[in-house]
């Protein structure tokens, strides 16, 4: 499982705490000012900033625009906490351990 070994043993930071962290605060903006750049109501900025929205496609485009990277950006961090968060979630890890790999499911071999 390669995919699985990426995944480091610490939680990654959050999408809202490095929103917050690495964009809000260094800028000096306000939740206020970042939700009128994105055309956006405060309460969505807010609930990005405190993890309570994911982020979906369009919001990573709006927030790469206002900050001049890429939606991969924003795309990527939330990827890698939700991940992070499923393979180390105890229910779904022993689900996940259930799963077969392709090499050990009877298959007809091409003829």
Known sequence: MPVLKRVTKRKPD????????DFIEPYGLTQGQLAKAMGVTRTFVNELVNDRRGITIDTAIMLSRVFKNSPQFWLNI??????????NNPKKKAKYKKVISIDNIPHKSAA
């Not at 959050?14 to 962290?21: H, K, Y």
């Not at 990827?79 to 393979?87: C, F, M, S």
């Open 14 to 21: 959050s999408t809202g705490t490095i929103l917050r962290e």
């Open 78 to 87: 939330y990827i890698d906490n939700q991940l992070w968060e499923a393979i």
